[in-house]
């Protein structure tokens, strides 16, 4: 199968020699080719250019893209799509007065999703996850970190793995599994956090292992959750199975998570709408990339990520969704690049840097997703006419996409039927 896009207006983020991540100052680039043509075998991109060297290739099918922007599907490196039900009720008491912190200590929040999630069938919870991703691939999102954390018992964090693992099989994008071990304390555990975290160590860490699904490892390192102690002993007991960390960290106080997870080699630490100096210093020098979430920040009426303070110090940035049902119902990107924008003060070139190639890093697969570059995967967005790729940020709550290709074959978005299932 082959696929020639031609007269394309702008091909963002192109990269002759293979790119991993983008930091600091080189985030403010977006290599371009103007007036291009791209070329895909199978699931492969093969060839690109100026549309003057485009003569003499024949493929069996050609997309005119005359106006349109294409450039690599959006990368979602932090996400808690696979849930049950939704949380529309706390939305509302939030609305009348109540913080997130009243509303969890009230029984809300994850105890309340971990509820609804344990009492729904294996199958169910399957469809309503898989929905819920068809919706973004649609809006450009082809890549997709998935975590468990509404389990909070064995066996339902297992059943959410089970269910990652069947999304990841039976789905055209690219997912990546985060086991999210500790995510909050349950109610029967309240007074023996202890017996909790050895729960998690002894007992959920090996058989998750066992199943071979995730090969993340995360905790809620936040007051009223899991602390710097525990964080550790998560790490060290993931560690063992050969799990790396993705940390919540900084969400609404500092506990010197950044620092762990620099530390224990955290592949990313997410959140970090507070941070520190000694925050960034330990960032510094370490593989660890900072991922904002400005989705939450709106949702919830927190700060946002000092994005500046993060890039300014030459370190690398991701933005996500945290799509969620408690702090971020919305797994749209668009929103989250023109979020980035407004709200994180990130040029459209860092905010597009941001959600793809640096995304595809937060994740572990930057050497096959996130650029234009020959040999790397063909997931792509063909945007609607636009007059410059700025205009997606710029044009906050519009959806700019028009034609995904995801894994190299070409969907029309706009029809229900449309399947992007292997
Ligand atoms: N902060 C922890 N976890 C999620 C929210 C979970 C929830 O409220 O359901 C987050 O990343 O924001
Ligand atoms: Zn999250």
């Given at each position: 199968?082959?696929?020639?896009?031609?007269?394309?207006?702008?091909?963002?983020?192109?990269?002759?020699?293979?790119?991993?991540?983008?930091?600091?100052?080189?985030?403010?680039?977006?290599?371009?080719?103007?007036?291009?043509?791209?070329?895909?075998?199978?699931?492969?991109?093969?060839?690109?250019?100026?549309?003057?060297?485009?003569?003499?290739?024949?493929?069996?099918?050609?997309?005119?893209a005359t106006g349109k922007i294409v450039l690599p599907s959006w990368c979602d490196s932090h996400t808690h799509m696979v849930y049950a039900g939704n949380r529309t009720l706390e939305f509302v008491d939030r609305i009348n007065g109540l913080s997130y912190a009243e509303i969890a200590n009230r029984g809300g929040g994850i105890l309340n999703s971990a509820k609804v999630l344990q009492e729904t069938s294996e199958d169910d919870l399957y469809e309503q996850s898989i929905q819920r991703m068809e919706a973004l691939i649609r809006m450009g999102t082809c890549a997709f970190e998935i975590k468990t954390?509404?389990?909070?018992?064995?066996?339902?964090?297992?059943?959410?793995?089970?269910?990652?693992?069947?999304?990841?099989?039976?789905?055209?994008?690219?997912?990546?599994?985060?086991?999210?071990?500790?995510?909050?304390?349950?109610?029967?555990?309240?007074?023996?956090?202890?017996?909790?975290?050895?729960?998690?160590?002894?007992?959920?860490?090996?058989?998750?292992?066992?199943?071979?699904?995730?090969?993340?490892?995360?905790?809620?390192?936040?007051?009223?959750?899991?602390?710097?102690?525990?964080?550790?002993?998560?790490?060290?007991?993931?560690?063992?199975?050969?799990?790396?960390?993705?940390?919540?960290?900084?969400?609404?106080?500092?506990?010197?998570?950044?620092?762990?997870?620099?530390?224990?080699?955290?592949?990313?630490?997410?959140?970090?709408?507070?941070?520190?100096?000694?925050?960034?210093?330990?960032?510094?020098?370490?593989?660890?990339?900072?991922?904002?979430?400005?989705?939450?920040?709106?949702?919830?009426?927190?700060?946002?990520?000092?994005?500046?303070?993060?890039?300014?110090?030459?370190?690398?940035?991701?933005?996500?969704?945290?799509?969620?049902?408690?702090?971020?119902?919305?797994?749209?990107?668009?929103?989250?690049?023109?979020?980035?924008?407004?709200?994180?003060?990130?040029?459209?070139?860092?905010?597009?840097?941001?959600?793809?190639?640096?995304?595809?890093?937060?994740?572990?697969?930057?050497?096959?997703?996130?650029?234009?570059?020959?040999?790397?995967?063909?997931?792509?967005?063909?945007?609607?006419?636009?007059?410059?790729?700025?205009?997606?940020?710029?044009?906050?709550?519009?959806?700019?996409?028009?034609?995904?290709?995801?894994?190299?074959?070409?969907?029309?978005?706009?029809?229900?039927?449309?399947?992007?299932?292997?």
């Amino acid at each position: 199968m082959s696929i020639l896009i031609t007269n394309i207006k702008q091909l963002l983020q192109v990269h002759d020699n293979n790119v991993l991540v983008v930091k600091g100052k080189d985030m403010k680039s977006l290599p371009i080719i103007e007036n291009a043509y791209l070329y895909i075998e199978h699931d492969t991109i093969i060839e690109y250019g100026e549309m003057k060297h485009c003569e003499g290739i024949e493929a069996e099918t050609t997309v005119d893209a005359t106006g349109k922007i294409v450039l690599p599907s959006w990368c979602d490196s932090h996400t808690h799509m696979v849930y049950a039900g939704n949380r529309t009720l706390e939305f509302v008491d939030r609305i009348n007065g109540l913080s997130y912190a009243e509303i969890a200590n009230r029984g809300g929040g994850i105890l309340n999703s971990a509820k609804v999630l344990q009492e729904t069938s294996e199958d169910d919870l399957y469809e309503q996850s898989i929905q819920r991703m068809e919706a973004l691939i649609r809006m450009g999102t082809c890549a997709f970190e998935i975590k468990t954390g509404y389990g909070l018992t064995v066996d339902a964090e297992l059943k959410m793995l089970r269910v990652i693992k069947r999304i990841k099989q039976e789905s055209l994008a690219k997912i990546t599994p985060t086991l999210l071990a500790a995510h909050a304390i349950p109610e029967a555990f309240r007074a023996k956090k202890e017996d909790y975290i050895k729960q998690i160590t002894e007992e959920l860490i090996p058989k998750a292992s066992k199943l071979n699904v995730a090969h993340y490892i995360d905790v809620f390192c936040e007051e009223g959750y899991f602390d710097i102690a525990d964080t550790e002993a998560v790490l060290k007991a993931g560690a063992k199975h050969q799990m790396r960390p993705k940390l919540h960290v900084n969400q609404f106080n500092i506990l010197g998570g950044v620092a762990l997870g620099a530390k224990y080699n955290a592949l990313s630490v997410d959140h970090l709408e507070e941070l520190n100096d000694a925050d960034v210093k330990a960032l510094k020098g370490s593989d660890t990339i900072p991922v904002a979430l400005p989705g939450c920040s709106y949702f919830l009426s927190i700060p946002y990520t000092p994005a500046r303070q993060l890039i300014d110090a030459g370190l690398p940035l991701a933005i996500a969704t945290d799509y969620n049902p408690g702090s971020a119902p919305s797994g749209n990107m668009n929103f989250i690049v023109g979020a980035a924008c407004v709200k994180l003060k990130m040029t459209p070139e860092e905010a597009i840097n941001a959600a793809t190639v640096n995304g595809a890093y937060a994740m572990g697969i930057s050497n096959m997703y996130g650029s234009i570059t020959r040999g790397k995967k063909a997931n792509l967005i063909i945007t609607k006419p636009l007059h410059h790729y700025n205009e997606i940020p710029y044009a906050f709550a519009h959806d700019p996409v028009d034609q995904v290709i995801i894994n190299g074959q070409l969907k029309n978005i706009k029809n229900p039927e449309e399947n992007f299932r292997i």
